[in-house]
């Protein structure tokens, strides 16, 4: 009995149906960790690219170190420290708040670099074009900028959402009851793992031939309607 | 004579160790049209990007009306602040050789952009006047369309309507006709030929159409290696050049144009 759902392990039919609610109420979890996670890891970009393109050098160069570092060093331990250290300076986070910035954090690297190759393929020209306008730079950015990067980098941030779907089940080891949590808690009660974590080990291949199809289908649909993806 | 709108004093520009502007000297009236000619590589575009802060320069003193382009008590030449190389701006605009429309915006939110957020103009002023220029332009049907849609011509139209919805009082136009097909390059200078009527716009034109150029501007300069080596009326520069240079150079383009 899990979330007032019982087993029924009569057959593996059986058993799959009457745990698939069970694992339902897990892939939300996942779902809002890998949503949350990635809107966070977009701000966070963002953010990292354009302190990279500071005009002060310390500020600039601060940014791409602590980018590279972030990029180095694995999500689990990220996820750890942020989960076992942190406390002990008082710094107490809920565990899927947790996961949501450990995931963030790790994939603010790659958006960064996302960003970069963005604001690098704006041609000169429109920066120049928008300062004798005498456009401020936040002007520059939010209206000129941004909106011509985003077609230019929509399909690899898809790509970077479809893999931080798939590192979610990481959280699971700081406590987030999420689906792969889920599986494995009612293996511990029934004894039986084959079927929970075939389920999840297929719920993920689905989900992220869905995103794909999703993106595909953008990337034909955008164009049509007047967004170049160059 | 009035005082210069623009003064160039001893300017120097270098890119690492070629030196593009020698101790250069210019100075231009309010409201007159000026042209610069000369050879590739002169300087002719480094004049015109330092005119609109797009580019610094290491010695001398550039002012403009009554502001400098070095911060008052700044170290040298453009360590202006940024809100000291706004105020610049608010007086300059610029005409792109190629065009430089942004490429995501129809043709009125080009023009309406940077009035709305740079003069604070409210944006039902900001379109009446975009569409006034439209007008002159001759490309008022075309306000919902996007630059990817227009011909070369009809794109630098817009950059121009674009620059004169800032209302500035001297207007750059870096070889404005340059990139276009010649059969639209007329359309373009049409339009310049339009504004130059206008009496209180400056203008400085970097061109090689020696034949508009005679006809609209007021003096023509000629350069070469970072320097005006000659300069004067159209009539004067065209029909009778004094320095071998300039005979030589305007020599090579008209033939070329026949
Ligand atoms: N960003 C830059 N870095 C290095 N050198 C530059 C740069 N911009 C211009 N130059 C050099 O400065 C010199 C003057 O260039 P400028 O563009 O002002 O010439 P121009 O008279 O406009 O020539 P053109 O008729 O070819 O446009 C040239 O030798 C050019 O190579
Ligand atoms: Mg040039």
């Known amino acids: ?230 | 004579m009035n005082p210069p709108l623009i003064r160039f004093t001893d300017v120097n520009k270098r890119f690492g160790p070629l030196t593009v502007l020698d101790r250069f000297n210019f100075a231009v009236q309010p409201g007159e049209k000026v042209t610069l000619i000369g050879p590739s590589g002169s300087g002719k575009s480094t004049v015109l990007r330092i005119l609109m802060t797009l580019e610094p320069f290491q010695e001398g003193t550039l002012t403009l009306g009554d502001l400098s382009y070095h911060e008052p008590n700044g170290r040298g030449p453009f360590m202006a602040s940024d809100k000291h190389l706004r105020d610049l701006r608010k007086n300059v605009g610029m005409v792109f050789q190629s065009f430089n429309l942004f490429p995501h915006m129809s043709v009125l939110r080009n023009i309406v952009e940077a009035p709305i957020a740079v003069l604070d103009m409210r944006r039902d002023a900001a379109e009446a006047r975009a569409l006034e220029l439209l007008r002159l332009v001759g490309l008022l049907d075309k306000r919902d369309q996007f630059p990817s849609q227009l011909s070369g011509g009809q794109q630098q139209r817009v950059a121009i309507a674009r620059a004169m919805a800032m209302r500035p009082r001297v207007l750059l136009f870096d070889e404005p006709t340059s990139a276009l097909d010649p059969q639209l390059v007329g359309e373009v200078l049409g339009v310049i030929r339009t504004l130059a009527h206008e009496h209180d716009l400056t203008m400085l034109l970097v061109t090689h159409e020696m034949r508009f150029a005679r006809e609209i501007s007021d003096r023509v300069c000629f350069f070469a290696a970072g320097r005006i080596v000659e300069q004067g009326t159209p009539e004067r520069i065209f029909s009778s050049p004094e320095q071998p240079r300039t005979q030589e150079f305007l020599k090579s383009v008209l033939t070329g144009q026949g």
């Open chain 1, 1 to 230: 009995m899990m979330y007032g759902f019982t087993y029924d392990t009569s057959s593996r039919l059986a058993y799959a149906l009457s745990i698939l609610p069970i694992l339902g109420i897990g892939l939300i979890v996942t779902l809002e960790a890998a949503v949350a996670g990635f809107v966070f890891a977009l701000v966070l970009g963002l953010a990292w690219s354009l302190l990279r393109r500071s005009r002060i050098r310390a500020v600039s160069w601060g940014a791409a170190c602590i980018v590279e570092f972030i990029r180095d060093t694995p999500l689990l331990i990220q996820l750890f420290f942020l989960y076992y250290v942190l406390p002990d300076y008082g710094v107490i986070l809920p565990a899927f708040l947790t996961g949501v910035l450990a995931l963030g954090l790790q994939y603010s690297a790659y958006t960064s670099e996302v960003y970069r190759g963005g604001f690098d393929a704006v041609p000169r020209e429109q920066w120049e074009a928008a300062t004798a306008l005498n456009l401020s730079r936040f002007r520059i950015y939010r209206d000129i900028v941004i909106p011509q990067t985003i077609p230019r980098i929509a399909p690899a941030m898809g790509n970077y959402a479809v893999s931080m779907l798939k590192e979610t089940p990481v959280l699971s080891v700081v406590t987030v009851l999420d689906m792969l949590n889920l599986a494995n808690m009612i293996g511990d009660r029934t004894f039986e793992y084959l079927v929970p974590l075939s389920l999840v080990g297929l719920i993920f291949p689905i989900m992220t031939t869905l995103c794909s199809v999703g993106i595909h289908a953008l990337e034909r649909i955008l164009p049509k309607a007047g967004v170049a993806l160059r």
